[in-house]
Nanobody, 131 residues
Framework: QVQLVESGGGSVQAGGSLRLSCVAS????????MAWFRQSPGKVREGVAS????????????VYAASVQGRFTISEDNASHTLTLQMNSLQPEDSAMYYC????????????????????WGQGTQVTVSA
């Protein structure tokens, strides 16, 4: 059973940066997809960024939501199964609970930011950005 533990959330002022980490355990597949989602009170959980692990299609490996493109960077250390989200130029609208997610295998681009394909979730880490 895959287990995910996030860390790195906190409070920053607009324009600041935060780095989120997610340590995964129990992964047995060599081909899988990981992602970051976020959810604010009263809103639907939103896919932020997704990365295919061990994919040979490097140009298509990473997908970002339009709202974070150019500000957020997703990466993964395969050896330690650690997923990272570097968040720069943070804005108040980025405030949310951020979740790490895992799915076995690869999916077409539009699906990779859809919550329903992911079968394991972390407990979340809170990010608060003040104006």
């Amino acid at each position: 059973q895959v287990q995910l533990v996030e860390s790195g959330g906190g409070s920053v002022q607009a324009g600041g940066s935060l780095r989120l980490s997610c340590v995964a355990s129990g992964i047995t597949s060599t081909t899988y997809t990981m992602a970051w989602f976020r959810q604010s009170p009263g809103k639907v959980r939103e896919g932020v960024a997704s990365i295919e692990i061990n994919s040979i299609a490097l140009a298509d490996q990473i997908v970002y939501a339009a709202s974070v493109q150019g500000r957020f960077t997703i990466s993964e250390d395969n050896a330690s199964h650690t997923l990272t989200l570097q968040m720069n130029s943070l804005q108040p609208e980025d405030s949310a609970m951020y979740y790490c997610a895992y799915a076995t295998g690869y999916y077409r681009t539009p699906s990779r930011l859809a919550a329903h394909i992911y079968t394991a979730w972390g407990q979340g880490t809170q990010v608060t950005v003040s104006a």
